[in-house]
């Protein structure tokens, strides 16, 4: 009888993802954009500082500002691709985040996606904060839910996004 029970509880096992594996590939990657599990997606945006009269706190801000509108951007790319099952490139010579969504959206249609993404993307924070550089800062962005897949695909959307 322990035996079925020790069975059965490897078997479930199995199928989930250790709490160890997941810290280390999902939660500690700050490095990687995308789906980084079927619960999480993340995104960078990097920026400069700008140039001028602002103090250093100023600056930050400005920056911080900047890398966090261009990583919610890209979330929303993630997003549109999902939702409209926009497929990938192949070819190994472009960046992965491009590689994976490579569809650049029109100014029109990221700003009708994030009015109807706005519920999923104002539910994302920020996972890091990086103002160490003397030039520039990044953001990491993340979106959590149980199944974001399936979340994204049952929006209602305004538009179809025009693709080449």
């Not at 980084?36 to 500082?49: A, F, H, V």
């Not at 979330?75 to 490139?89: A, C, D, N």
Request: glycine share 6%; charged share 25%; proline share 2%.
């Amino acid at each position: 009888m322990n035996r079925l029970v020790l069975i059965a509880l490897f078997a479930c096992s199995c199928c989930t993802p250790s709490a160890l594996i997941e810290r280390k590939y999902v939660t500690y990657n700050f490095r990687e954009e995308g789906f980084l599990s079927p619960r999480m997606i993340q995104t960078i945006g990097k920026s400069n500082y700008a140039n001028g009269e602002l103090t250093v706190d100023a600056s930050r801000f400005h920056c911080s500002q900047n890398a966090l509108s261009m990583a919610r951007d890209r979330m929303l790319r993630v997003m549109i691709h999902t939702k409209f099952s926009l497929k990938g490139q192949k070819a190994s010579g472009s960046s992965g985040f491009d590689r994976d969504y490579p569809v650049a959206f029109s100014g029109r249609d990221l700003m009708r996606a994030e009015a109807d993404f706005g519920a999923l993307l104002d539910r994302g924070y920020i996972a890091l904060q990086d103002v160490r550089a003397t030039d520039s800062c990044s953001i990491v962005y993340r979106l959590e839910g149980e199944d974001l897949s399936a979340e994204i695909k049952s929006v209602e959307t305004t538009f179809q996004p025009r693709t080449k």
